[in-house]
């Protein structure tokens, strides 16, 4: 398949590229301003580019396998890399506080 194809294929499923970018930018900004951590900026930014891309297709199930997906990847960081994430897990089990994460699927 060609590049031009494809572009028009994921334009019809998702929309106007410009238009997405535009969601996508104005989404970021509202939630990661400060996030120093890259892991997170962009596993956060790979889940609002594909938010964004529902708004032309609602019913494409990839859309919300590859959410959840990303989402699972951010909990794993989180639980076993992010020394910033085990210091707050640290703080809230001495404040007696519960420190787990949960996953998606463990709920």
Do not use: H
Request: glycine share 10%.
């Amino acid at each position: 398949m060609g590049t031009e194809r494809t572009l028009e294929e994921r334009g019809n499923r998702y929309g106007k590229f410009s238009e997405n970018a535009k969601d996508s930018a104005a989404v970021r900004e509202t939630i990661l301003p400060g996030v120093a951590d890259p892991v997170i900026y962009e596993g956060v930014d790979y889940i609002i580019k594909k938010l964004v891309r529902i708004k032309g297709d609602p019913y494409y199930i990839d859309t919300y396998r590859d959410i959840a997906g990303y989402a699972e990847l951010l909990i794993d960081y989180l639980q076993n890399e992010c020394e910033q994430a085990r210091d707050a897990k640290v703080q809230l089990i001495e404040k007696g506080v519960d420190g787990q994460f949960s996953t998606v699927s463990g709920r």
